[in-house]
C-alpha cells in the first residue's frame, strides 16, 4: 500500500469511527438499522483484515467473507428503505419490490451469460459473482430512486443523503471493479486507490444522514406527502 492510500485509509477510518459514534445519538441509528450494521460490519473487517491478520490468502478469504455479507447487508438495507421511504405508497412499495425481483432475475441470466475466465484472483469466481451483484444491486437503488422521482414522492433528509452517498460509493467500485476484470492487474491499484477516494467522501455525506434536524425526518408530511398515484 502506498503512502497515499495509507494516508486516505487512517482518514476514513477515523471519519468511520466517527459516523459510528454519532449513529448512536438520539439512537439515529434505529432509522435505518441495516444501514448501521454496514457501516459497523464495515468498520471491524477493515481493521481486522488490514492490520489483525498478515497472511496473503487468509486476507484474501477473509476480504471474499466480507464482500458477500455486505452484499447481503445491502440488500436487506434496499428492502428495508423500500418500506421506511415508501411507508405511505403501498403500491410503489410493491411495484418496488417487482423491479428488485426482476433485477435478481437479471443478475442470474448475467452471471450465466458471463461467467469468469481469468485465472487471477481478481477474475475469479468469487470476486467475480461479488462483481456482478454489486453491479445488479446498484441497478435496484437506481430503480428506487427513479421510483421515488417518478411519483414526485419527497424523501426524508437522511434518506436523501444515504441514498446519495451509498450510490456516490458504490457506483464507482461496481464500474471499477468490471474495469479491473478487463484490463487486468495494470489497472488494481488505481482503481482501488480511487475506490478508498470515493468512500471516504461518502461517508462525509453519510455524516448529514446522522445530523439532519429532527425536523427533517420523521415528518408524514415531508415523507408522505402526494397520493399513491404515478405522475399524469
Not at 441509528?29 to 477493515?46: A, N
Not at 444515504?162 to 450510490?167: E, H, N, S
Request: glycine share 6%; aromatic share 16%.
Amino acid at each position: 500500500m502506498s503512502t497515499l492510500q495509507q494516508a486516505i485509509a487512517t482518514i476514513g477510518q477515523v471519519i468511520h469511527f466517527f459516523l459510528l459514534l454519532i449513529g448512536l445519538r438520539h439512537q439515529r441509528f434505529r432509522r435505518c438499522i441495516t444501514f448501521y450494521l454496514y457501516l459497523l460490519v464495515t468498520f471491524i473487517s477493515s481493521i481486522v483484515i488490514s492490520y489483525l491478520v498478515s497472511e496473503k490468502e487468509l486476507r484474501r478469504q477473509l476480504y471474499y467473507l466480507k464482500e458477500f455479507l455486505l452484499d447481503l447487508i445491502k440488500i436487506g438495507m434496499l428492502i428495508e428503505l423500500n418500506k421506511n421511504i415508501f411507508g405511505f405508497f403501498p403500491k410503489v412499495q410493491r411495484s418496488n419490490r417487482a423491479l428488485f425481483g426482476i433485477t435478481g432475475i437479471l443478475f442470474v441470466v448475467y452471471a450465466f451469460a458471463l461467467p469468469a475466465e481469468s485465472t487471477t484472483w481478481w477474475g475469479s469466481l468469487p470476486f467475480d459473482l461479488h462483481s456482478k451483484v454489486l453491479q445488479t444491486t446498484c441497478l435496484a437503488y437506481l430503480m428506487m430512486v427513479f421510483s421515488a422521482l417518478y411519483y414526485r414522492i419527497e424523501v426524508a433528509t437522511d434518506y436523501k443523503f444515504l441514498l446519495v452517498g451509498y450510490l456516490f460509493s458504490q457506483l464507482p467500485v461496481a464500474l471499477g471493479f468490471a474495469y479491473v476484470a478487463i484490463v487486468g492487474e495494470a489497472a488494481r491499484n488505481r482503481v482501488s486507490l480511487l475506490n478508498s477516494i470515493f468512500f471516504v467522501l461518502a461517508m462525509v455525506v453519510w455524516t448529514r444522514v446522522y445530523w439532519a434536524n429532527d425536523k427533517d425526518t420523521d415528518s408524514p408530511d415531508i415523507i408522505g406527502r402526494g397520493v399513491d398515484l404515478p405522475v399524469s
